[in-house]
């Protein structure tokens, strides 16, 4: 049989989702064994047990400075930034994309121009926003702002652009005026569309979030990754970047959920 | 007075004509079906109608008033596909028409209004057959189905004209001729015009009062190519095939029972 054709069966397909994550841990629990084994101090491949305690020191204890759980507080203040910027994004690009999406003037006024303007590097005038908002929360808020509305904004226009012309047609011969349109045919069909375009934007958006906490903060979980580098603290390190990994993860399965969840019809359309 | 009257209409895409010269007076309550050979602009004269496209020359009544510039709600349409709303269920997209009517800024109805309408949506469904649908979505139906639902979508406004682009040419045979005799009843009740676009020749005579055939001239030695004209216009009498049909248990009427031949040469020249 074609390789093509041959698909493993249920459990054998669970053991082989499962297997690259297994091979990376049982990699890394070796390299770091040996390395132990060397030289008791080493910092680069610290063992599970140095990172549970690092963890634990982190996440379980108070900080003796300020009082805090580190963990926690970097959690929610990096969530609250990602989500501000990523909730402005999505309202900004919805009503962009739709409303430049369906009207041909506004397309002529502002499709050359968002494509232009999506162009410019938002790393590269991080500099400016700094200039501008100030080292505050508004300047790390813009930089994800403006690192991923531009894509979903041009997505956006795209998916617009993409409805069935028959559809439009269908709708103004059933009566409905622009708003009704805009209302009844294109948004509940942009919003679906919409959860796909937050989904590829999740990524770019903790990029440039750790970027900006990386750069210019006093909490937060990519400045805690940056502030532990200067000590060499893997153990901190490493699992911060499972935990971000694994709120990513999370927050991706939660979208497709939501997806799935709200728009029932979803799925089945897209099929055709 | 006509309902629909195309007074010499050309039209031409680069240059190039692509229909040229059409006259068709489309009475009241008729049933026009247009045939003729694949491109040669028997969708951009439906589009045409829909104020989809604009003709290039001539013009086009609707009740003796020039076109609206878009499409308006006293023309229906039903397409081959995508003709109905992938995200609403068959219950909703045929309570959308009437939301649209009735609720003029938000599309919506609620309460009370709701409800009504919905009881007239699920008299339209039970018309076209699909009662038991209403809580599917669209993705879930058969093509036929499908296309029962958007003419049932089409016509619960009750539309001046429908106009349909090979509405059923992607059924299987059974299904059509279900669908036929849905079409020929609904037609009947509503007293509707119709105009529709076939390649079924037999549908065209089995469904329509009328049959107008389109044809392009051969393409010239230079390779230059004229616009589509009409070629025919065949009155099929109506009361004839309805009597034809009753004498037939099944109607398997693949001919035209009487039909009166009108050349159009004469307007194809003038
Ligand atoms: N938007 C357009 N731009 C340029 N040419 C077009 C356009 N629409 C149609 N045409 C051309 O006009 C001609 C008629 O097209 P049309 O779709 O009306 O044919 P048709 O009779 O409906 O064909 P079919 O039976 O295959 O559906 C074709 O040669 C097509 O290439
Ligand atoms: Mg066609």
Redesign the pocket.
Known sequence: MRLINRHPNPRLARVLTASPFVAVAVVYVIASTIRHAANPDDKLLPTIAQMGAAMWRMAAQQDMESGDYLMLNDTIVSLQRLLLGLGISLAVSFAIGVSVGMIPYLKRLFVPFINAFSMVPPLAILPILFIVAGIGETAKVSLIVLGTAPYMIRDLILRVEELPRPQIIKAQTLGAGDWQIALRVVVPQMLPRLIDSLRLSLGPAWLYLISAEAIAAENGLGYRIFLVRRYFAMDIILPYVAWITLLAFFADLGLRWLQHAAFPWFAGARAQ | MSVLAVRDVW?L??GRP??ERINAEIGEGSFVAVV????????????MLMSE?RPDRGAILLDGLPLPLEPTHDRGVVFQRYSVFPHLTVLGNVVLPLEFARSRRLGKLFGIAKQRAEEEARTMLEDVGLTGAAPLYPAALSGGMQQRLALAQALIRRPRVLLL??PFSALDPGTRADIHALMKRLWRETQMTIVM?T?DISEAFRLGTRVLV?ERPPVQPDGAQGG?VVTHDIKVHERNIDKLQSRRATPTGDGPGAVSVTSRDDLATA
Do not use: I, N
């Open positions: 039209k895409y680069h692509v229909l003729g050979p694949s491109g040669c602009g028997k969708t951009t004269f439906l589009r496209e682009d090979e676009v390649h389109f589509a």
